[in-house]
């Protein structure tokens, strides 16, 4: 991996350490400081964010999980959705039941907290994929609502035997949870140092983000632990960080699923150009073969020299289209710049002209970009081959908040009811399809045809 991104990781944690650590002592040099906000409403938004973002990584892990089938994935998921759901369940619904403060939830939220961490931190330690997944994710979250439970259950039980949080006044007794949130900070240590070490030997943006977002929910931990707040509802910096912290980290998630529906789509868009040059440069060069046999056979020159070229030619243009099409979805060429080049090569010997009109502000994903460019490429074919069209208009944009793709030729056209697209219209809407899209035609006898894609929104 990067040398240079693991040692920036590892300044950022120490830049992180040193910040918390000057504003612990501020705190503990000057109590003043330290009393916090008791303001009941603000502390539910701040829960409440807490519990969406978790499950927003959760599910944005979940889904990475379903495209990769990674075991780091299913355990990230199911850390954060523990986590999620114990907050919810724990801290959000009986501040809004007007019943927060209790023994019982207080326990539970710190024990479920630590087993939705110990998950996390369990992910750096397992490689490999699981091949069947099926419902895995939904037997994952029932096992852990129904833990969560026993949780709760069995603090119930024991209410009378932990000590108590007087969130009576001011004067409130200091929670006596230290000892559980130090198993939690310990728990959250393993974590960070395990993800730091995957991100030095794997380089996987994920485990940059974790480590990162790890550390500032150890930090907040720790400021849970040494700066106890006794009465519910309050609002202290361990908040502040912890709100932070899961920024990060559904920052770090969503980018990782980017990656992952890229990847996805670069192994799908692999495998759809193998099909293709079997199907079609395999051809070409397989009559180029034929016709080299045929003239060391003795076939008269004349007419198999011409042949040859012609399927030399083809063949050379159909590695040409699909080298552009996998540079496009591989990354390593912009799409719109893919898509000039080959429009370029396609025009280069007059045949047909072609104007290309891509709005700069339009955004493809990267399956999306793949599947356009197939779609214009075929409309192109068509109107070379097929149509006799001497111009063509190309048009990436975007209509009554709609993104559209379309192909427009001056060629002959037909009627849309004879058949006369043939396979290539089918091709075309089966592409569409696949992204969300949907495609309509518009072609009549020598006034040329109109082929649109518009994609979701």
């Known amino acids: 991996m990067d040398h240079d991104r693991f040692t920036g990781l590892l ?18 040099a000057y109590p003043e400081l330290r009393v916090p906000l008791y303001v009941p409403k603000l502390k539910v938004m701040v829960d409440t964010v807490f519990v969406l973002t978790g499950l927003l990584v959760a599910v944005l892990s979940a889904t ?6 990674r075991r780091f994935d299913f355990l990230i998921f199911a850390g954060f ?4 759901l114990s907050l919810l369940a724990f801290t959000v619904g009986p501040a809004v039941g007007g ?54 259950v069995a603090f ?4 009378d035997s932990l000590p108590a949080l007087d969130v009576g006044g001011s004067q409130a007794k200091l929670t006596t949870l230290t000892s559980a949130r130090a198993a939690l900070t310990l728990v959250l240590l393993v974590a960070v140092a395990g993800f730091t070490i995957r991100f030095r030997r794997s380089g996987d943006d994920l485990e940059h983000w974790l480590a990162l977002g790890g550390t500032l929910t150890l930090y907040a931990t720790l400021d849970f632990m040494l700066v106890p707040v006794a009465r ?8 502040y960080l912890q709100l932070l912290a899961y920024g990060v980290l559904l920052l770090g998630a969503w980018r990782a699923i980017r990656a992952a529906e890229f990847g996805r789509a670069v192994a799908e868009e692999r495998a759809r150009l193998a099909r293709e040059i079997h199907d079609g440069l395999a051809q070409y060069l397989f009559a180029v073969a034929t016709h080299a046999t045929m003239l060391e056979s003795g076939a008269d020159p004349a007419t198999t020299l011409p042949r040859l070229k012609e399927a030399a030619q083809a063949a050379q ?23 000039r080049r080959y429009v370029e090569f396609l025009a280069s010997d007059g045949a047909l002209t072609v104007e290309l009109h891509i709005d700069p502000k339009i955004v493809l994903r990267p399956d999306e970009q793949i599947e356009i460019f197939r779609i214009v490429q075929e409309g192109l074919a068509n109107a070379r081959k097929h149509a006799g069209a001497s111009t063509a208009l190309v048009e990436i944009g975007a209509r009554a908040g709609s993104r559209y793709v379309a192909v427009r ?12 697209a043939g396979q290539g219209l089918t091709n075309m809407r089966e592409r569409a399809a696949s992204i969300g899209g949907k495609l309509s035609l518009r072609s009549v006898p020598r006034g040329g045809t109109s082929v649109e894609v518009v994609l979701r929104a």
């Open 99 to 152: 019943f927060a403060g209790r023994s019982t939830e207080l326990w539970a939220g710190v024990v479920g907290a630590t087993i939705g961490w110990a998950l996390v931190a369990a992910a750096t330690f397992v490689h490999g994929h699981i091949t069947r997944r099926g419902d895995l994710i939904v037997r994952a979250m029932m096992l852990g609502a129904v833990v969560l439970g026993a949780v709760w």
């Open 317 to 339: 243009q159909e590695a040409r289209y699909a080298f552009l099409a996998l540079s496009s979805a591989a990354g390593r060429s912009p799409f719109d710049a893919a898509l």
């Open 81 to 84: 959705f523990v986590t999620s």
């Open 64 to 69: 990475r999980f379903s495209v990769e089938g």
């Open 232 to 239: 519910a509802g309050s609002v202290t910096l361990g908040d």
């Open 409 to 420: 030729d001056n060629g002959d056209g037909f009627e849309p009811t004879d058949g006369g």
């Open 156 to 159: 119930h039980f024991l209410v």
């Open 11 to 28: 300044w950022g944690q120490v830049i992180l350490f040193a910040l918390f650590g000057a504003s612990l002592a501020l705190f503990l």
